[in-house]
């Protein structure tokens, strides 16, 4: 888990302050708390154990940005060397509509290090000084002054955007190119070119993030849907092709046409209620799933009418994300309002329940669900209960395994009986949860959204049990 109450960091603290302590009390060791279980004390506080983390960071640049993408860029594939350097697009949900605008970012020196999944000795006088040395590490990076070294460089350009941004994505093929889904009810397609060369060519530009949003022409601007939306995907098959879902259920489809795109008038119609979120196929170019508040999902064949191809109920209550496996084409996952996920394999979805896994660990609604981009079995859910986790949907219980481990780490914590072992992580410490998305070119970083601002984050359990994809 990643979070601790580590009584032992608040005597240091205390301590500094000038405050006498007795060498007769004895250190409390650092004991994870479980979320949903553990309930805290008087007198005891949840501390971020850094020990968990190859790398985490936390920003923040004013408004809060519920939407955003991670950009695809030429540093490389498959990184793995600190300090990283990334681009990502998000935004705004600002007080006033003509507040907002839409934010490109180039994040450098995101540091970490890399950690050992258990000690390299665990026996003896060596055990304790590995002990003793991952607690210097611990403090030495909590309290430098040094910033500079440590603390990633935010960059930022702003777009003027009129209303709050719903959802935003970036197209895969061409990442300068952007849609955004306003609550105004316009769908927007961005070039934003100029500001990631901007980003790209220069350490300073932007750096304070003070500087203000600068007025720029959309390269379409579609009116044609009812309501405001949230649901929206390029495909990953057909470069520019799009997708955009409203809240009155609608679907339409929009093909690039010679620098500019059509956006077909008639609507795709099937759903009852709200289309939540739209995923295109992997591996078929014509096929995409959508959600609903219907509690259904749809699979659609664009070449085949204006209804889908079929449709399933996946929950009892509103499907608000779906996630389809890059990796695993046959694999959907989904999230509901009632905080529940499932996953559904679609080969056998003609044959009845197509429900391979279902998980109600949550119990407040999903926000967001994604595969990683670059183990098959491993997903990232979060949730309105402030908790982001990590599932691997190929492990199962061994208790012999489970115990020689924590001979190995130390490890006293009794895990309860009805914690699914597929639970790999939980991070905390942001209020508000709402997107989340692996970097496809970095294995094991996430970064998730929230009320008060942004994470950036590398698991230790999750990074280095990934297959090593550099060899």
Not at 118 to 129: I, L, S
Not at 139 to 165: N, W
Not at 399 to 421: G, I, M, R
Not at 430 to 438: A, N, R, S, T, V
Request: proline fraction near 6%; charged fraction near 25%; aromatic fraction near 6%.
């Amino acid at each position: 888990m990643g979070r601790s109450i580590n009584p032992k960091k608040a005597k240091r603290k205390n301590k500094k302050k000038g405050e006498a302590s007795s060498s007769s009390v004895p250190s409390m060791p650092t004991r994870v708390w479980q979320p949903g279980v553990d309930k805290l004390e008087e007198g005891e506080e949840l501390q971020c154990d850094p020990s968990a983390y190859n790398s985490l960071h936390g920003f923040h640049v004013g408004w809060p940005c519920l939407s955003f993408d991670i950009l695809g860029d030429k540093l490389g594939l498959n990184r793995t060397e600190f300090p990283h350097t990334l681009y990502m697009v998000a935004g705004t949900q600002a007080e006033k509509a003509p507040l907002n605008s839409i934010g490109l970012f180039k994040i450098s020196n995101v540091s970490g290090k890399r950690r050992d999944v258990v000690p390299k000795t665990v026996n003896g006088d060596d055990a304790m000084e590995d002990e003793d040395d991952e607690d210097e590490d611990s403090d030495s990076d909590e309290e430098s002054e040094d910033g500079a070294s440590t603390t990633p460089i935010i960059q930022v350009r702003r777009v003027a955007h009129h209303g709050c941004v719903n959802r935003i994505r970036a197209m895969p093929q061409n990442p300068h190119i952007c849609v955004s889904w306003a609550d105004s009810g316009h769908v927007q397609v961005w070039d934003m070119s100029s500001h990631l060369n901007a980003l790209a060519e220069s350490e300073t530009e932007g750096k304070d993030g003070t500087s203000p949003a600068l007025n720029q022409a959309p390269l379409v601007n579609f009116s044609g849907h009812k309501d405001e939306g949230y649901a929206i995907d390029w495909s990953p098959a057909t470069a520019g092709r799009l997708l955009s879902g409203d809240c009155m259920s609608m679907i339409h489809l929009w093909e690039p046409a010679s620098g500019s795109w059509t956006v077909d008038p008639i609507p795709l119609t099937g759903h009852t209620a709200s289309v939540e979120d739209l995923q295109w196929s992997p591996a078929e170019a014509n096929v995409f799933a959508s959600c609903s508040v219907d509690g259904t999902i749809a699979l659609w064949d664009v070449r085949v009418g204006k209804t889908p191809a079929l449709s399933f109920k996946a929950h009892n209550a509103d499907v608000n994300v779906i996630s389809w496996n890059r990796l695993a084409s046959c694999m959907l996952a989904s999230g509901s309002d009632d905080g529940a996920f499932s996953i559904h394999d679609l080969r056998v979805i003609k044959e009845g329940d197509a429900k391979v896994a279902h998980f109600e660990y949550h119990k407040h609604p999903i926000t967001s669900i994604e595969w990683s981009a670059h183990e098959s079995s491993t997903l990232a859910v979060s949730s309105g209960d402030n908790q982001l986790t990590i599932w691997d949907l190929s492990l199962e219980k061994d208790e012999e395994e489970e115990a020689e481990f924590k001979a190995q780490t130390k490890e006293h914590v009794n895990t309860p009986q009805d914690l699914p072992p597929q639970l790999l992580f939980v991070h905390q410490g942001q209020k508000d949860l709402k997107e989340l998305h692996w970097h496809n070119q970095i294995p094991g970083m996430i970064i998730s959204t929230a009320e008060d601002g942004f994470n950036i984050l590398m698991p230790y359990n999750i990074q280095n049990t990934l297959p090593d994809l550099a060899a």
